[in-house]
Structures are given as structure tokens and as C-alpha cells.
């Protein structure tokens, strides 16, 4: 009974005796990344290591993705150059294969294969990502001296009389703090969506499998959730970061 609930950590360098902070590396959730990887190189590879005019079912697949995601991105950034807007397809399309793959591991049929996402601390690091980049981007087109001001609303550059324009500046005290709290209030939002979408499917797997004693009914679930959740949380994540980025473009 003391093993239930217990998690394999790294709780020192390897090999040293340095401690890693918080509390240490869960193995379990760095192994099955690396096998998600692994796997994701590998499909890539097999998709595209004869590419041609006519495509086979591997590349014509990749191609209908990447095509899809690009659409998808040249619709809501209309208002960028198309060069431009090519250079979010790597990060959105790898994000949604990454998540895909992730959410989908399961059907490898090898002891200690987790879901990568069913880990907060996987769904929080994708999620850095997104907010991060979504942030540099706003910082590279804008500048920081126009980023900034953005966030300290929209009474910052008030005009007009000397009160008008001091209760415009003192607005930044409020909106400020405001500003920042939504950008934390993001990552929050990103990254337990995915994580807590993904548990409730494994919580709803477990408790009907255990209702029904793992009789027919399961597998239907299993289907569901390895296929049609998977893709699906990993658009939503895709999609949610080209809205976040898109919006960090936009004048406001």
C-alpha cells in the first residue's frame, strides 16, 4: 500500500550529488517524451524520405496537415505578409503532432507508456512555449517601448486637459497589473485545459472499465480517447497559440 501514489523521481543530477530543485525529475513523464519523439521523428521520416510529385498515403497525410494548419494561419493573420506568416507554421504544426502523438502513446504496447500530457508539469512547459513566443513576437514587431505601453491600457495616452491626462497616466496603475495578471492567467488557462481534459479521460476510462469489468465497452472508450480526443485537445492547443499570437500582433 506505501507504493500507491508514489512517483519515480530523479532527485540528483545523474551521477552527482547536486539536488534538482522543486522536487526533483518525474522518469516516467522524461521517458515517455523521449519515446513520443522518437516516434514523431520516425512517422516524419517514414513520410518524408521519398518525396514526390505523385505523394504516397505518408506525405499526401503530412501535406493535408501542414496545407490545413496553413490555411488556418493565412486566415487569421490576413493581415500579415505571407512570408511572414510561414514562419508560424513550424511551431503551430508541431505543436498540434507533438500533442497528437502524446495524447495517442498509448497504443504502444510496452509497460510504464504514459501520456506525456497527463503530467501538469509537460502541459506547463508546452504551454511556456506558447505564451513566450506569443510575447516575442509582440515584442519583435512592436518594439518594447510600444509593447509596454499597449499594456498600460487605453487612457495611457489620453489627450486633453491636465486632469484628463493625469488620470490617463495614473489609469497604468491599474491596467498594468491587470495586463500582466491575464498574460499569467493564460499559461494557467493553456496549460490545465490540456492537462486536465487529458486526466478526465483517463479518470472516465478507469471508472467505466471498472464498472463494466473490462468488458467490450472499454475498448469503444479507448478508440475514442486515443483517436478522436487526441487530435482534438492538440488542435484546440495548436489553435489557441496562433490566437495568441495573433493577438500580440495586432495594434491595439
Request: one cysteine or more.
Amino acid at each position: 500500500m506505501e507504493e500507491i501514489g508514489e512517483i519515480a523521481r530523479w532527485h540528483y543530477l545523474p551521477f552527482t550529488d547536486i539536488p534538482i530543485p522543486m522536487g526533483g525529475v518525474n522518469v516516467i513523464t522524461v521517458m515517455n517524451t523521449l519515446v513520443v519523439m522518437a516516434v514523431l521523428w520516425g512517422l516524419l521520416y517514414l513520410a518524408t524520405r521519398r518525396l514526390t510529385a505523385v505523394p504516397g498515403r505518408g506525405q499526401l497525410l503530412l501535406e493535408s496537415v501542414l496545407t490545413g494548419f496553413q490555411g488556418l494561419i493565412d486566415s487569421t493573420m490576413s493581415f500579415e505578409p505571407l512570408e511572414k506568416r510561414k514562419h508560424f507554421l513550424p511551431l503551430i504544426a508541431g505543436l498540434f503532432l507533438y500533442i497528437c502523438v502524446s495524447n495517442a502513446v498509448l497504443i504502444i504496447p510496452l509497460p510504464h507508456i504514459e501520456k506525456p500530457t497527463s503530467d501538469l508539469n509537460d502541459t506547463l512547459a508546452l504551454g511556456i512555449i506558447s505564451i513566450t513566443y506569443a510575447t516575442y513576437c509582440g515584442l519583435k514587431a512592436k518594439g518594447l517601448k510600444v509593447y509596454v505601453t499597449e499594456m498600460m491600457g487605453p487612457m495611457f495616452h489620453a489627450h486633453g486637459s491636465l486632469s484628463a491626462v493625469i488620470i490617463g497616466k495614473l489609469s497604468a496603475l491599474f491596467f498594468f497589473p491587470l495586463r500582466l495578471s491575464e498574460e499569467f492567467s493564460r499559461l494557467v488557462s493553456i496549460s490545465c485545459r490540456l492537462f486536465g481534459n487529458i486526466m478526465g479521460g483517463a479518470i472516465v476510462i478507469i471508472v467505466v472499465s471498472t464498472l463494466t469489468y473490462y468488458i467490450l465497452f472499454p475498448q469503444f472508450l479507448y478508440a475514442f480517447f486515443l483517436v478522436f480526443e487526441a487530435a482534438l485537445q492538440a488542435f484546440v492547443f495548436s489553435m489557441l497559440t496562433l490566437m495568441y499570437i495573433t493577438g500580440a500582433l495586432q495594434e491595439e
